[in-house]
């Protein structure tokens, strides 16, 4: 069974930039269309960048241009490049399939402030 393990999250000043890692146990995982995922307090879980099994990408309005999505099948790895970063950012980010979801991972904290 597939594992899904985030990690890259941090505090960040306004403006700054992190990278978020998600890791897949699992020879099938690079073949899965993934996304991540945002879950600000108090709020929903929200989609905020995918990729389809083809490589092609989208973004929520609210990260549009901003964040990169990208993958590395040989190490599993799914990526999320985030710049400039704004206090609207700050959430727990999580990394799933975007068809067919499997138990979340513990996710990662992102925390955009001074």
């Known amino acids: 069974q597939v594992e899904l393990v985030e990690s890259g999250g941090g505090l960040v000043q306004p403006g700054g930039s992190l990278r978020l890692s998600c890791v897949g146990s699992?020879?099938?995982?690079?073949?899965?269309?993934m996304g991540w995922y945002r879950q600000a307090p108090g709020q929903p879980r929200e989609l905020v960048a995918r990729m389809t099994r083809g490589a092609l990408t989208n973004y929520a309005d609210s990260v549009m241009g901003r964040f990169d999505i990208s993958r590395d099948s040989a190490r599993n790895t799914v990526f999320l490049q985030m710049n400039d970063l704004k206090p609207e950012d700050t959430g727990i980010y999580y990394c799933?399939?975007?068809?067919?979801?499997?138990?979340w991972g513990r996710g990662t904290q992102v925390t955009v402030g001074t």
């Open positions: 799933n399939s975007i068809e067919s979801p499997i138990k």
């Open positions: 699992g020879s099938l995982f690079s073949l899965w269309p």
